[in-house]
């Protein structure tokens, strides 16, 4: 099952929903802003992802921040710490494509070659 992990309103969000709709592709959505950050699966993403492309340096919510909040990013610890407090500073989407295959943000021919394995 393909699990879609962000935020319901983001247009980016909205635009992978969409894609996967129209592909006929079901999948499970995890909004961040209801169900939190998945514990569990944070530190797994860290790993398979880098610490670095999964924090979203380019959106409001970073831009935002505190400059000494932004500076005290300078580890895995420190990132995962931040997104579990900001949800919305992970890069959105992230998806799971229910084989072990990862990917963030949205490009329709990424998620076409991710499709077809």
């Known amino acids: 099952m393909i699990k879609v992990y962000g935020i319901a309103n983001c247009d980016t969000v909205k635009k992978a929903r969409n894609w996967l709709d129209a592909q006929g592709l079901s999948y499970e959505f995890h909004d961040y802003k209801k169900a939190g950050v998945p514990e569990a699966l944070l530190p797994q993403w860290q790993a398979a992802l880098?610490?670095?492309?999964?924090?979203?340096?380019?959106?409001?919510?970073?831009?935002?921040?505190?400059?000494?909040?932004?500076?005290?990013?300078?580890?895995?610890?420190?990132?995962?710490?931040?997104?579990?407090?900001?949800?919305?500073?992970?890069?959105?989407?992230?998806?799971?494509?229910g084989d072990g295959r990862l990917s963030l943000g949205f490009k329709p021919e990424q998620f076409e070659a991710l499709q077809h394995g």
């Open 50 to 97: 880098g610490w670095e492309l999964l924090l979203n340096r380019s959106g409001t919510t970073w831009r935002k921040l505190d400059e000494a909040v932004r500076a005290a990013v300078v580890d895995a610890a420190a990132a995962a710490a931040l997104m579990r407090a900001q949800p919305s500073v992970i890069k959105r989407p992230l998806v799971d494509w």
